[in-house]
């Protein structure tokens, strides 16, 4: 079949839902799931390295950072083997190098799951950020996993961070080791506002940017052309597409070029 040759090989998320959930048909759902009349789901996201279960409130009707996606899935897991086996983990360069928990913040956190795995498998503090109507489920999700958080030594805090706006980031007067992210590469528009809040963060600092990114295979956007302006970026760790998917994830880390 003839490839998309499209500059923009972004993954519409809409379709990559889609595409997870024909995956996940054809094998058992891991998690188990609730639905109640309000479009509600309640997922149980079972954490095996700290024998805990983090749920997760999801709201699809409300749309797309109100649902988990796909490379989300993928940081999750690589935080949980992280902590069974740090020196090991594909994250062990980004997180074995401070001598104390690193501090994190998210980037359009979405329902905030990999910001809140991350509190707890490390036993750190994590600050979930997204548009402003999305934080009051990243308010419901820190809320009830509060406990299972806190029982690691860690907590997680939220904050309204919109890219391009150097002010939300400003507004938050923590500081951070590492920012994270998953799934926040898909309309060419939005490009440019999250490099300049990277860039504000990044430059000129230690600050390490770990971005879980789903992408249509052998290609590359040009997200990442704009972004090696600025940032030396290194692969950290893949998951090539499996049952015939042109799909996969990978888990990629930015950092200052000048600090090379
Ligand atoms: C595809 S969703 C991914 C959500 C979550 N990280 C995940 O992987 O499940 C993209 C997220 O980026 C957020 N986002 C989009 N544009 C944004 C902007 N200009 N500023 C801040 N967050 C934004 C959305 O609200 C949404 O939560």
Do not use: C
């Not at 913040?105 to 905030?112: A, C, D, F, H």
């Not at 707890?120 to 402003?132: C, K, M, Q, R, S």
């Not at 934080?135 to 309204?160: M, Q, W």
């Amino acid at each position: 079949m003839e490839e998309n040759n499209s500059d923009d090989e972004e993954i519409n998320p809409f379709t990559s839902l889609l595409i997870e959930q024909q995956q996940q048909n054809t094998k058992p759902n891991p998690f188990t799931t609730a639905q109640n009349n309000n479009q509600q789901l309640l997922q149980n996201h079972f954490i095996h390295s700290i024998q805990s279960t983090v749920i997760i409130r999801q709201l699809p009707s409300e749309g797309i950072a109100f649902q988990l996606w796909p490379a989300a899935t993928s940081l999750v897991s690589l935080l949980d083997t992280h902590r069974i086996n740090p020196t090991t983990s594909p994250l062990s360069t980004v997180f074995t190098t401070l001598n104390r928990p690193p501090r994190i913040l998210e980037l359009g956190s979405g329902t905030g799951i990999v910001g809140i795995v991350a509190a707890a498998t490390l036993g750190t503090n994590v600050t979930l950020t997204d548009l402003p109507n999305v934080v009051p489920n990243l308010k419901f999700n820190a809320e009830v996993n509060a406990d299972v958080v806190a029982s690691s030594g860690g907590a997680v805090t939220f904050a309204p961070l919109r890219w391009g706006h150097s002010a939300d980031v400003d507004m938050i007067r923590d500081e951070f080791d590492v920012v994270i992210a998953s799934d926040v590469v898909y309309h060419d528009h939005l490009y440019d506002p999250l490099i300049e809040t990277l860039r504000f963060m990044l430059i000129g600092k230690k600050i390490v940017f770990v971005m879980a990114h789903m992408k249509r295979w052998k290609k590359e956007s040009t997200f990442f052309k704009k972004a090696r302006k600025y940032f030396s970026i290194d692969v950290l760790h893949v998951d090539a597409p499996s049952n015939g998917s042109r799909v996969g994830v990978v888990v990629y880390r930015f950092v200052d070029k000048k600090s090379r």
